[in-house]
């Protein structure tokens, strides 16, 4: 896999329903999304461009030297945003690998976002994610907090590798041991998201509300890259200030 043949995505939109407009929420002095936009060219693995369906949003990328591809306003999920941004950035079909990288996550690490593709040294994987182990004794038991069940592959990927086998909101696998909390950020073959875009919502994914459960329903493999730390997320007004805190200074 080379860098040419790599393409990060982050799609972003305004209509987020807890935090109004929140991709160009001020974070020490320049939009949210922007903070993400640099975090993923820092990662130095492909062509980064946001995906919005926003022209204010695609205004903001490029006002800060970053590239904003726009896409249509009625897409059900990023997955879906990010399908339509690959095939118009790259109708030949160079692109073997995608990256979608959340919009919400400005203290993302370049590292992880790196490490979001190691999986694909093996053929077989289809998708690949990252996750953490849990350490915040509430974040067992919290539904918002959203875990991941696999199986340690062999050593010594075994050390940081999962193959998944579910996703869920419930406190689990049960018994003594690790959990794991999945962080939302997919690697994806060319051909797995265009397959996995073409699949109708899955009745675990439905059940769960959790759209990677329609790719293991499918047979798809997911593998994990196990990290150090979960990002923050920016959902709520308290996340804001807790990122402006964590990036006061950095431009």
């Known amino acids: 896999m080379t860098e040419t043949r790599t393409l990060v995505l982050i799609p972003a939109r ?18 949210m999304i922007v903070h993400v936009l640099r975090r993923a060219q820092d990662a130095g693995i492909g062509r980064v461009v946001v995906a919005t369906d926003a ?31 690959l095939e118009a950035l790259d109708p030949s079909g160079r692109i073997d690998t995608v990256i979608n990288v959340q919009g919400d996550l400005p203290t993302i690490a370049p590292d992880d976002i790196r490490a979001v593709v190691k999986p694909f040294e093996s053929p077989d994987v289809d998708i690949a994610t990252l996750a953490a182990v849990i ?8 539904p918002n907090v959203v875990k991941v069940v696999g199986s340690p592959l062999g050593s010594p990927a075994g050390k940081d590798r999962l193959r998944a086998l579910y996703f869920t909101r419930a406190t689990a696998p049960h018994g003594d041991g690790p959990r794991y909390h999945h962080i939302g950020l997919y690697a994806y073959r060319r051909e797995a998201l265009a397959r996995f875009v073409a699949l109708p919502p899955s ?6 509300k959790l759209e990677q459960l329609r790719a293991l329903e499918a047979g798809m493999r997911i593998d994990v890259t196990v990290v150090d730390s979960v990002p923050l997320g920016v959902d709520t007004p308290h996340d804001l200030e807790t990122a402006r805190q964590m990036l006061a200074g950095k431009r």
């Open 14 to 31: 305004m209509a987020a329903t807890r935090l109004p407009g929140k991709p160009l929420l001020d974070i020490a002095g320049v939009p």
């Open 55 to 85: 022209p204010d949003i695609a205004r903001a990328v490029n006002a800060h030297g970053g590239e904003a591809v726009m896409t249509r306003a009625d897409h059900p999920s990023g997955s879906d945003r990010i399908f339509e941004a």
């Open 135 to 142: 350490t915040k004794p509430d974040e067992h038991t919290n």
């Open 203 to 208: 009745p675990l994914e439905m059940r769960e």
